[in-house]
């Protein structure tokens, strides 16, 4: 006994034109294919249908080179450096009150954080430099 097939709905026409133009901005559809394609995924009733239409094309690469997802991993890692760079600041406001109360109270001017700022500071620029550069140490992600 087989499955019954399921009715397609919006939701899985909205996907799957979205697939046809991701494939039709990436060259793998003309502009010709492209309007017959997209004139029978809105006729289509079936879920097969609809995966009929895109069979042919590599779904998995489409998806990764969207430049939707591309600009999201972007502002992501930006949202990242952002808040290890707010991270840094409150512990450099920290160390630096840490130090003055020390220094007004035992008389002890030695400035020791300097230390932790340099070596917390290697840190936000390791993770910034790449991202800000777009360095292969982070595939997928260029800066504009």
């Known amino acids: 006994m087989t ?4 009715r397609a709905g919006d939701r899985e026409r909205e996907e799957t034109a979205d697939l046809l133009g991701q494939a ?3 060259g793998y559809l003309a502009m010709a294919e492209y309007e017959a394609r997209l004139q029978q995924v809105y006729y289509a009733h079936k879920t097969p249908d609809l995966r009929r239409l895109t069979a042919d094309l590599p779904v998995a690469e489409l998806r990764l080179n969207d430049p939707r997802r591309q600009a999201a991993k972007l502002a992501a890692a930006k949202r990242g450096i952002h808040l290890h760079l707010a991270a840094y600041l409150a512990m ?11 220094g007004l109270g035992a008389g002890s001017w030695y400035f ?3 230390w932790p700022i340099l070596g917390a500071g290697i840190g936000v620029l390791s993770h910034a430099l790449p991202i800000r550069r777009g360095f292969p140490a982070c595939p997928g992600i260029k800066a504009r």
């Open 24 to 26: 039709l901005a990436q």
């Open 3 to 6: 499955a019954p097939t399921v």
């Open 92 to 102: 450099v406001v920290i160390v630096l009150t840490v130090w003055l109360a020390v």
């Open 112 to 114: 020791w954080p300097i």
